[in-house]
């Protein structure tokens, strides 16, 4: 009986009003969409499923900012710091250590770890000293840029931990790929179809996870943050605390994204905390819109693809084209341009045919 009413809650929050897309049409709609994205590696060839893995990994960072900036209020520019983080810890763990044993599975779990403990030390000065606006963005781009910079001086021989070399602005490299023990022997989640697979489960598990938990009393108070930080305080609610959590499971997912990007490339360098790197996941959520993640996700895959097209095809201007797209989305849908097309197809869809009739 407890676990049928656990069940049931679960369905319930899936269906709360804190997220886009509810009832029978839209979860036909995200079946169908499972479906095809599970079996579209039986008709593609290795690159273009390697490079979707390369998209999937990245959308774990913009949902983890989609919480904190779209449900919570809070503008950070961090999110690349975590990624750096847990990806060369990862590195050093999975060099030292090596990959038998599915040991690499404790480093992708300690390597996530070290990111939400460095987001709960970060988060407890910036949100228990009051800090917000624009100067917790000022903060946590200037944390971002010190390990940036820091990283990136660590070149010489003295920067080694046991047998990982930091490499400096050259990147550490030649750490092992995910492996998952089995009966008969290691399986080496290399970046083709096995990794495709556990990237797109974890990446469905976070987003429904993340939909239950925005629909929660937590995500409700949560947003009423958002609205009104003094009203929620005054009625009683430690806004801090909730910040706070939010922080770190945000930074924590953008360390799932380090620690996938690392494993699927072998390979992470300083400039992956960089100016750039730190600003293109604003645009990504932004674009789909931030407040929502189901258009955070399809906003985040379109906007990489696009880049990525760009950057092969006119690297000059791929830059360019991102900030002119952020620009329009503030100045024409600040809710962002994917949630502003469903919203619209929604309203159409919903209308009543007397409402039909009065627009003509």
């Known amino acids: 009986m407890q676990k049928a009413n656990?069940?049931?809650?679960?369905?319930?929050?899936?269906?709360?009003?804190?997220?886009?897309?509810?009832?029978?049409?839209?979860?036909?709609?995200?079946?169908?969409?499972?479906?095809?994205?599970?079996?579209?590696?039986?008709?593609?060839?290795?690159?273009?499923?390697?490079?979707?893995?390369?998209?999937?990994?990245?959308?774990?960072?913009?949902?983890?900012?989609?919480?904190?900036?779209?449900?919570?209020?809070?503008?950070?520019?961090?999110?690349?710091?975590?990624?750096?983080?847990?990806?060369?810890?990862?590195?050093?763990?999975?060099i030292n250590f090596g990959d038998a044993y599915g040991l690499t599975l404790f480093a992708l779990i300690a390597s996530v770890a070290t990111a939400a403990m460095l987001a709960a030390v970060l988060g407890y000065f910036l949100f228990f000293g009051r800090i917000s606006g624009v100067f917790l963005g000022i903060v946590t781009l200037s944390v971002t840029l010190v390990l940036e910079r820091f990283m990136a001086q660590t070149a010489g021989p003295e920067w080694q931990i046991g047998t990982a070399r930091l490499n400096g602005y050259n990147g550490m490299g030649g750490m092992p790929s995910l492996t998952i023990p089995w009966f008969d022997g290691d399986v080496v989640l290399f970046p083709d179809i096995q990794l495709y697979y556990v990237t797109l489960g974890l990446l469905i598990v976070c987003y429904l996870g993340l939909r239950i938990l925005v629909n929660s009393r937590f995500g409700n108070v949560l947003v009423a943050i958002r609205e009104n930080p003094q009203r929620a305080e005054m009625l009683g609610y430690d806004i801090r605390v909730y910040q706070l959590v939010t922080f770190v499971i945000g930074s924590a997912l953008?360390?799932?994204?380090?620690?996938?990007?690392t494993s699927w490339g072998n390979y992470i360098t300083p400039a992956s905390m960089g100016m750039t790197a730190a600003a293109l996941p604003i645009v990504w959520v932004a674009v789909g819109g931030r407040g929502d993640l189901t258009t955070t996700l399809i906003g985040t895959v379109i906007v990489l693809a696009g880049f990525q097209a760009l950057t092969i095809h006119g690297s000059q201007y791929a830059l360019v084209v991102m900030g002119v797209l952020l620009v329009l989305t503030v100045l024409i849908a600040p809710r962002g341009l994917i949630f502003g097309i469903f919203a619209l197809a929604s309203g159409l869809f919903n209308r009543k045919p007397a409402d039909r009739g009065e627009q003509k």
């Open 254 to 261: 953008a360390g799932v994204s380090g620690v996938f990007y």
């Open 6 to 94: 656990l069940l049931s809650n679960a369905l319930r929050l899936l269906q709360g009003p804190q997220t886009f897309g509810r009832g029978k049409p839209f979860w036909t709609v995200f079946a169908v969409v499972v479906a095809l994205a599970c079996a579209y590696p039986q008709f593609a060839d290795g690159y273009d499923v390697g490079n979707n893995v390369y998209f999937f990994n990245w959308a774990f960072m913009a949902l983890g900012l989609s919480l904190i900036w779209g449900y919570g209020g809070t503008l950070s520019f961090g999110q690349t710091a975590f990624f750096g983080v847990a990806g060369y810890t990862y590195g050093i763990i999975s």
